[in-house]
């Protein structure tokens, strides 16, 4: 029953992109008292999925946390393994929240790195990158995604794509670096 709840809590966030008050759980919950939806919510609080913020009520990251079940092979079929822990895509995917933000990726140079057209990529931003990174990088004025290389002989400075119909970019005036990619997100529809 309490699962049920949050899972109505977390649909109207999601269509009304904030939490219900009191009075529009009492109506999800079909419950007629504002002590039980006072009870529930100093739960949640307890359990931390939500927060105090300038006296109003919030989500903390575990609010969106989904159920990791375990561990399946790729491989041979063997029973699957079966956990309550609660993973944080958010938590997972971006190490440094107040940093970071997402680009959708155009285009198919970077097929040969798992990356494709209509995927989106958390950027970390970061003017520092080591060579074989993937970096949002800005050459003579334009701005591309790639990976950053480095000459052996003559340490020069380029970007290589990981598709091979591209040629590698070599800067004629300036290449800055903006930010170093760390996930790719891709959903995969059916």
Request: charged fraction near 30%; hydrophobic fraction near 40%.
């Amino acid at each position: 029953m309490a699962i049920d709840r949050l899972n109505l809590v977390k649909k109207f966030f999601r269509r009304f992109k904030r939490l219900p008050s009191y009075s529009e759980m009492l109506k999800l919950f079909n419950l007629s008292s504002k002590k039980s939806i006072h009870d529930i919510v100093h739960e949640w609080i307890e359990e931390d999925l939500l927060k105090m913020e300038k006296g109003k009520l919030a989500p903390t990251s575990k609010f969106f946390s989904i159920p990791l079940l375990g561990l399946v092979k790729a491989g041979y079929p063997i029973l699957a393994d079966e956990n309550k822990e609660y993973v944080s895509l958010d938590e997972y995917l971006i190490e440094d929240p107040h940093s970071s933000f997402l680009l959708k990726v155009s285009g198919d140079s970077l097929t040969g790195v798992g990356i494709f057209d209509g995927d989106y990529v958390v950027i970390e931003k970061r003017k520092n990158a080591y060579p074989g990174d993937l970096v949002l990088a800005e050459i003579d004025k334009e701005w591309t995604l790639k990976i950053l290389r480095k000459e052996r002989h003559h340490g020069k400075i380029y970007l290589q794509a990981a598709n091979p119909k591209y040629p590698p970019l070599y800067p004629h005036q300036e290449l800055q670096i903006f930010g170093v990619v760390k996930a790719v997100i891709r959903k995969i529809v059916n």
